[in-house]
């Protein structure tokens, strides 16, 4: 460790800091079919069906990712030809009311939650380590968790359509109606603990791509200068971390105010239906620009490349990304302008939607300007991104109009805002997806694609939306308002609504010819050459199609693009083969791209499904109404997750790893600032933005709702506080053991802190568990519910900081904790200093209210 | 060939593009101002992306083109359009406001599937009404929106937008009708099975004619939305319509 750092300071004082990065020696080429075959050995995936079950590769599960993306968006694609089957004529006789309902329900849920966020996911997971310059992703297991978790939830959404219990409050889900009054079936229940059973891979890919980019880039790349797809991407995953939150809090808020009867969102009981549509738009808006941004990502990859110049103005594109990530979430309300919100306030909200528009035209514009200054190749991809500038600068235009409050007020919730929304996420985002598709493919599959099938797929598309979409804003303007399946007395609605379900036709014709194409291309195009668009990025410069290891050799410097091909092919890049027969990638410092360590990553393993299964077993348990049966859903759970610690550490010191002439690096469990260290720092940052809905739900319904104050509480304000101040006092001495236990690593001492911190951890679980029986009836009023979800919020977290305890203690006594490796101690003081502040926020509000 | 069908869907009983009201007459206004502005954008930007793609590299130096492209364009000419255009929103939107300034104040209840209205009758007594709501033309009103279940929402499109029927949270809704008539209205946010039927009337009465016959029911009165307001209700009642009424 020591002569690593020795080297690195010394490139460090040699380097000119802003003229250029600091050079690295080349390793001594070797053979490059030694080198792949000794890299694949240990890369690839298993053969057969285990294979399925055990692969944690970014490629296959990335591939995995996108191809299921696709088969949910072609149900999803039936299911719009069964509404504009519906409604082309205004008697319509082939759905009744209550399966059209569900119908819409999950046409939108399925083409958000299923279709677009996972093809979003699977896009980034394939194509994040290959074009930074690495060769997995930072968390491979995690990647393969949250596949199952997207593939068992979505296939549970869609089945629930066959039973006829599929949801069908509108994809939405608005209470009073999705509550158990108004929904009393099961329907709302699919709706609620599937999408946030599927929302658990979006939460676990935001952790994923947000570390892989700020720490798995080619070695000195620094972020200032990495690929314009790495900023949208970033951009994304911090929106994903801070956006879905909301949504996950809300759902879990609604449902267990349908199954448990806790009165969050009943009026009668002091809660209010507004604040579902606050935390579900919180999270709704952001959303479109979480989908947006990576596929304007893909946009600003492919363009310059198909213009054959460079992309202009990199830093106005990056402070775009940036100004579209604060705006995104200041406009939540213009969902909203019909709900009787004060005109001013609507006036910020609406200048807030309007701003936005702003960063994507300087996008749009930067986009032609690189058109304008190159010369333009007419190849497929660029056919789609014709489609996409025609599309989305309408749907862009018609979204400024919406965001004018009294236009809003006419057209909101009409067909108008249908068209509108399709406008923008099949121009902004599908477009830009089939574009990056076709783009890709020769990497996916090595082969290229079969002549004409692209082309005629395209313009069936493109002719088929707008024949389908454009004539749409006038039925809404008309008066046709959404959700209705049947219009008996507007006969002049008919016409408009049947032109457009004949071009729905012709567009589903399309999207079915490109299934087509891209399977012909993969099974009989013939072999593409290598680098096929002569692309300067990294992810092209490796063997077609992309092997299991991506690089046999990881760029540094002097391995600066696509050219790169060969030195990397023969080892002169850092990190050579795979030495130690472990999955290795090189870990940088976030800002510079400096190399730090080595991390080994994850192999072959079936934890990932295992613990989806135990995950997805809770939810089971959940949504058949076992209630008292689930909890074993989440010991099973915390089972299998402590078998994920289990092979994270070691219980020997390993010597650094020969990188490059003069680079020896350490292997990741001897460095504290791991990879896995700053996945808990953007999951705590995630998890903050749940605590801080949930305090915006305790003041939100405290001011606006009507029913308060809240009844007489029961609570005995002295001992509830000598209780509060001995649970954080607990929380606290866990705190200082976490952190002792670390200073104290090399000592005998280690044993003492560590169970110290066992113990006191256990203490205040236990004095939390007082509280929650002193707390009221949580039925009884929503200021009680609200504070039963407070306290729920610290139990699971105390539960989180208790295993940790438990895993730092366990590895203090079986040496797996020394001078050199600090186990899981690191991650364990940052949830006991998490768990302490937010439960010390949380008790004095229950305080605060009890005074006041 | 298209013209007919066209005319007919626009000036169809829902549409707003057939305005019949002050409030719907603004925004039919704003609508076609900004179709006309979104029209020119979207052809110059189709315009500038045909001519980047026919015309052959001519690199023109790096910094005048990002200035060009980027301040100019993306900057530039977004910021004021939008300006102009928010400005103008906000002054059409100020000026749709309920206010108070004693317009009739009605109520409309909603539930699952109907509409329930109290509005002032014969001696400006309220009466309350299912499906049918009876205004004055000519005069501006108050609709008093509240549920009594799940969210639904208001809206009559040839006299202006909607406004949501939310439990627990009562808004207030400004329309006009400029001519006496019959103004259809719908519920405009999905709420269950019922909600494509979920249709109802506006009646607009001549208020210096005779009083239409108001087809009003029993039954429970509907809960005033504001009840500090009821006052108020039965004061504008008293002090305009009867008032005309009895000179007759």
Redesign the interface.
């Known amino acids: 460790m020591t002569d690593a750092t020795t080297t690195l300071e010394q490139d460090d004082a040699r380097a000119q800091p802003s003229v250029k990065a600091a050079d690295i020696a080349a390793n001594p080429p070797q053979r490059a079919l030694r080198l792949h075959r000794e890299l694949d050995e240990v890369w690839s995936d298993l053969p057969g069906w285990r294979g399925f079950f055990t692969s944690v590769n970014h490629g296959t599960i990335g591939l995995r990712f996108m191809a299921t993306a696709f088969v949910f968006f072609a149900i999803g694609g039936v299911l719009a030809m069964l509404i504009r089957a519906q409604l082309a004529t205004r008697n319509g006789v082939f759905l009744d009311n209550d399966l059209y309902s569900q119908i819409f329900t999950m046409h939108g849920s399925i083409m958000m939650f299923l279709f677009a966020i996972p093809l979003l996911e699977g896009l980034a997971l394939w194509l994040l380590p290959k074009i930074l310059g690495a060769r997995d992703m930072a968390f491979p297991r995690l990647s393969a968790l949250g596949y199952f978790c997207y593939l068992f939830g979505g296939t549970v959404i869609v089945l629930s359509l066959l039973f006829g219990a599929a949801p069908d409050g509108g994809w939405f889900m608005y209470v009073p109606l999705t509550d158990k009054t108004y929904s009393p079936g099961v329907n709302a229940d699919v709706w609620l603990l599937g999408v946030t059973f599927v929302e658990i891979s979006a939460m676990a890919a935001a952790v994923e791509i947000t570390v892989t980019i700020l720490r798995c880039r080619a070695a000195n790349m620094p972020l200032t200068r990495m690929p314009l797809m790495g900023w949208y991407l970033l951009g994304t995953s911090v929106m994903m971390l801070v956006g879905f939150p909301p949504l996950i809090l809300g759902s879990i808020l609604l449902e267990v105010q349908r199954a448990f009867d806790w009165p969050f969102f009943d009026v009668g009981r002091g809660g209010s239906p507004m604040l579902w549509q606050h935390l579900f738009w919180l999270f709704g808006h952001p959303e479109v620009y979480i989908i947006f941004l990576p596929a304007a990502g893909a946009l600003s990859t492919i363009i310059p490349v198909l213009s054959r110049t460079k992309i202009l103005g990199y830093g106005a594109l990056v402070a775009a990304v940036i100004g579209l990530v604060f705006l995104s979430f200041g406009l939540w309300v213009h969902h909203m302008f019909t709900v009787g919100i004060p005109h001013m306030a609507l006036a910020f909200f609406s200048a807030a939607s309007a701003l936005v528009a702003v960063p994507t035209a300087v996008q749009i514009f930067a986009w032609i300007g690189t058109m304008w200054e190159g010369r333009v190749q007419f190849r497929l991809p660029m056919l789609y991104i014709m489609g996409f500038f025609a599309t989305f600068v309408m749907g862009g235009l018609t979204g400024v109009m919406l965001a004018m409050v009294p236009f809003n007020w006419q057209a909101h919730d009409t067909h108008f805002v249908v068209a509108h929304l399709h406008y923008v996420l099949i121009g902004g985002f599908v477009f830009p997806m089939l574009a990056a598709v076709a783009y890709w493919m020769p990497l996916i599959c090595g082969r290229w694609r079969v002549r004409g099938l692209g082309e005629a797929a395209f313009w069936l598309i493109f002719i088929g939306f707008h024949g389908t979409f454009f004539i749409m804003h006038l039925t809404g303007l008309v008066g046709m308002p959404r959700r209705v399946g049947v219009y008996p007395d507007n006969p002049e609605w008919e016409w408009l609504n049947l032109i457009s379900s004949i071009f729905g036709m012709i567009q589903s014709a399309g999207f079915a010819l490109f299934a087509f194409d891209v399977i012909m291309q993969w099974m009989f195009g013939r072999r593409s050459w290598r680098n096929p668009w002569q692309a300067p990025t990294l992810e092209w410069a490796m063997p077609l199609p992309a092997p299991s290891y991506n690089f046999a050799s990881l760029p540094g410097p002097r391995q600066p693009d696509a050219g790169s091909i060969l030195p990397l092919a023969r080892g002169e890049g850092l990190l050579p083969g795979a030495p130690r027969g472990w999955r290795e990638t090189v870990v940088v410092e976030p800002g510079t791209g400096r190399p730090q360590h080595v991390a080994v990553l994850a192999s072959n393993t079936a934890l990932p499904v295992a613990t989806s299964a135990a995950i997805g077993s809770f939810f089971a348990m959940m949504l058949a109404g076992f209630y008292w049966v689930a909890p074993l859903g989440i010991l099973a759970t915390l089972i299998v997750a402590w078998k994920w610690g289990a092979i994270m550490g070691t219980d020997r010191d390993h010597p650094p790893a020969d990188v490059a002439p003069g680079i020896r690096l350490p292997l990741h469990w001897q460095v504290r600032n791991t990879l896995a260290y700053t996945g808990a720092v953007a999951l705590l940052v995630a998890d903050a933005t749940l605590f801080a809905s949930l305090l915006f739900g305790v003041g939100f319904l405290a001011v606006v709702a009507p029913n308060w104050p809240a009844p007489e509480s029961g609570i005995a304000t002295w001992p509830m506080l000598a209780v509060s101040l001995g649970a954080l006092a607990a929380m606290a001495l866990g705190t200082v053991a976490s952190r002792l236990a670390e200073q104290r690593r090399a000592d005998p001492s280690l044993r003492v802190w560590t169970r110290l911190g066992l113990i006191s951890t256990g203490a205040g679980l236990v004095l939390l568990g007082v509280i929650g029986v002193w707390l009221d009836d949580p039925t009884r009023h929503a200021r009680d519910a609200l504070r039963g979800a407070t306290l729920g919020f610290a139990v699971v977290h105390g539960v989180i900081a208790l295993m940790l305890a438990l895993r730092a203690d366990l590895d203090a006594r079986t040496g797996r904790i020394s001078a050199e490796r600090r186990g899981a101690v690191p991650v364990w003081q940052l949830f006991q200093l998490f768990w302490l502040g937010t439960s010390a926020v949380s008790l004095a509000l229950i305080l605060v209210q009890e005074v006041l | 060939m298209l013209a007919v069908?066209l005319l007919?869907?626009?000036n169809?009983?829902?549409?707003?593009?057939n305005p019949s009201g002050p409030v719907?007459l603004?925004?039919a206004r704003?609508?076609w101002a900004?179709l006309i502005g979104?029209g020119l954008?979207?052809a110059m930007?189709?315009v500038?992306?045909i001519?980047?793609?026919r015309?052959?590299?001519m690199?023109?130096e790096g910094n005048t083109?990002?200035r060009?492209?980027?301040y100019g364009?993306?900057?530039g000419?977004?910021?004021s359009v939008?300006t102009v255009?928010?400005a103008f929103?906000?002054w059409?939107?100020?000026r749709?406001?309920a206010r108070d300034d004693g317009a009739v104040t009605v109520q409309a209840q909603a539930s699952?599937w109907t509409w329930r209205f109290v509005q002032p009758g014969p001696g400006g007594q309220p009466v309350m009404t299912e499906g049918v709501l009876y205004v004055p033309a000519g005069q501006p009103f108050d609709v008093a929106i509240t549920s009594t279940?799940?969210?639904h929402?208001f809206?009559v499109?040839q006299l202006?937008?909607?406004?949501?029927a939310?439990?627990?949270?009562p808004?207030?809704h400004r329309l006009m009708a400029d001519e006496p008539g019959v103004y259809e209205g719908?519920?405009?946010?999905?709420?269950?099975?019922?909600?494509?039927f979920m249709?109802f009337e506006v009646v607009a009465y001549d208020p210096a004619g005779p009083l239409p016959d108001f087809a009003s029911i029993t039954g429970p009165m509907v809960e005033p939305a504001f009840p500090e307001d009821v006052s108020g209700f039965e004061g504008t009642g008293q002090t305009e319509i009867p008032a005309q009424e009895s000179s007759e």
Do not use: Y
């Not at chain 2, 719908?186 to 494509?196: D, I, K, L, T, V």
């Open positions: 069908p007919t869907a626009c169809g009983p829902l549409s707003t593009l719907a603004e925004i704003l609508w900004m979104a954008i979207t930007v189709m500038m992306l001519l980047a793609i015309r052959g590299p690199l023109t083109s990002e060009r492209w980027i364009w993306g900057l000419f977004s910021l939008l255009l928010l929103a906000l059409v939107g100020e749709m406001l699952q279940d799940v969210i929402s809206w499109p202006g937008g909607k406004m949501d939310i439990p627990g949270h808004n207030l719908q519920c405009a946010e999905f709420c269950g099975r019922g909600h494509p249709r």
